[in-house]
C-alpha cells in the first residue's frame, strides 16, 4: 500500500540520517547555493550598470575595481587563515586587547601540538592551561596589555606576576606574556621561583613568527 510504502521510506531515510549517510537536504545546501549565485551575479549585474551608465569606460572601470576587490579579499582571507594557524605579524600582535592575546597564544599553543584549555570564563581574566605530548603542562597568564615595566619601576612595586601561580605545590611550567618588556623586579622574581618563564615582546614576535616556545628556552620541566 502507498501509506506503508512511505512509511517504510520515512524508516529508511531515518536510519540513513542515524548512521550519517544520507547526505544534506536541500534546507542545508541552500543558503550555500543562494550564497553561490550571489557572489557570480552581483559583479555581473555591477558590470552590467557601470556598461549602462559609462559605456566601455564604465565596464573597464567596473572589471577594475572588481579586480582590486578580489585581490583584497583574497589578502584579507590569507591573513585568517594565518592567524587561526597560530602566526602573527608583529603589527597585528600590537593591536590586539587582553583577551585577543590570549586567543593568539592559544592559537599558537595547538600550532606547536600543545592541547589548550581556555580557563578565562573560570578565572575571571585571561588564562589558558596546556599539555603536550611528552607530558608537560602550563599555566599561561597574561600581563595587562595597558601595563608596562616602565609603569610598575617607577611606582617602585613588584608586577603581578605571582597571580601565575603558587610555586612548589605541583609540577606546572608557569609562563607570563606580556606585548611590552618585564621589569628588574620580575625577572629576579621569576629566577627565583624555578619553572617560571616569561614571555616579553620580543620573545612573543619571535613565537608567533613560528618559533616555538622550546626554541625561546621553555624549561623542560619545573623543579
Not at 572601470?61 to 590569507?78: E, F, I, P, S
Not at 615595566?149 to 606580556?178: K, N, Q, S, Y
Amino acid at each position: 500500500m502507498p501509506g506503508s510504502r512511505r512509511s517504510q521510506r520515512q524508516r529508511a531515510v531515518s536510519e540513513l540520517r542515524a548512521q550519517g549517510r544520507y547526505g544534506p537536504e536541500l534546507r542545508d545546501v541552500l543558503p550555500g547555493f543562494v550564497g553561490l549565485v550571489l557572489a557570480v551575479l552581483a559583479p555581473v549585474l555591477l558590470l552590467v550598470w557601470f556598461y549602462r551608465a559609462l559605456g566601455v569606460g564604465g565596464l573597464v572601470l567596473g572589471v577594475v575595481l572588481l579586480a582590486a576587490a578580489a585581490a583584497v579579499g583574497v589578502r584579507w582571507r590569507r591573513a585568517v587563515v594565518r592567524r587561526r594557524g597560530g602566526h602573527y605579524t608583529a603589527a597585528e600582535l600590537t593591536r590586539l586587547d587582553d583577551q585577543g592575546l590570549a586567543v593568539a597564544a592559544a592559537r599558537m599553543l595547538r600550532r606547536d601540538g600543545w592541547r589548550v584549555v581556555d580557563l578565562t570564563a573560570r578565572e575571571g581574566r585571561p588564562r589558558l592551561y596546556a599539555r603536550d605530548r611528552r607530558g608537560r603542562e602550563l599555566d599561561v597568564a597574561f600581563r595587562p596589555v595597558a601595563s608596562s615595566a616602565a609603569t610598575d619601576e617607577d611606582e617602585g612595586v613588584p608586577a603581578p606576576l605571582r597571580e601565575a601561580g603558587r610555586p612548589g605545590i605541583d609540577r606546572l611550567i608557569r609562563v607570563v606574556v606580556h606585548l611590552g618588556g618585564f621589569s628588574r623586579t620580575d625577572v629576579l622574581w621569576a629566577s627565583r621561583q624555578g619553572g617560571v618563564q616569561l614571555l616579553d615582546g620580543r620573545q612573543l614576535q619571535r613565537w608567533a613568527a613560528g618559533e616555538s616556545l622550546d626554541d625561546l628556552g621553555l624549561p623542560a620541566r619545573s623543579g
